[in-house]
């Protein structure tokens, strides 16, 4: 799944509905990467990913910041986020992001 600010070019995930707490599902996977993904992922010039590790313990909450990777530099712009583990998923309070040229991304699965 790709969530990003509506641009109002249809450049965002139909699922992005403003800043909130969002779960990742289907097949592009169900959490955020841990390490850049590189620019051009997830169907934007910018991809995030977390820079710090997710909650390990069922639960809590962590604060923590998300990048987005562009071409070699792999924290081009940057935001804030919660992650809370929910035993067999993650969630995320994404707040809106540049609108041109990023994305929130996933990959991988959920412990």
């Known amino acids: 799944d790709k969530l990003g600010f509506d ?23 169900t959490m955020m990467p841990s390490s850049a993904p590189g620019g051009e992922h997830c169907g934007t010039t910018g991809a995030g990913w977390v820079l710090d590790t997710h ?15 562009v071409m070699d530099n792999p924290c ?10 929910c035993l ?5 309070y994404l707040p809106e992001v540049d609108p041109c040229a990023t994305r929130y991304c996933a990959v991988g699965r959920s412990p």
């Open 76 to 85: 081009w712009s940057s935001a804030q986020i919660k992650i809370t583990n």
């Open 88 to 92: 067999f998923f993650f969630v995320y």
């Open 7 to 29: 641009d109002g070019f249809g450049l965002t995930s139909p699922d992005w509905k403003g800043a909130g707490w969002y779960r990742f599902t289907g097949n592009s996977g």
């Open 55 to 69: 909650p390990s313990t069922t639960g809590n909450t962590k604060n923590t910041k998300v990048c987005f990777s």
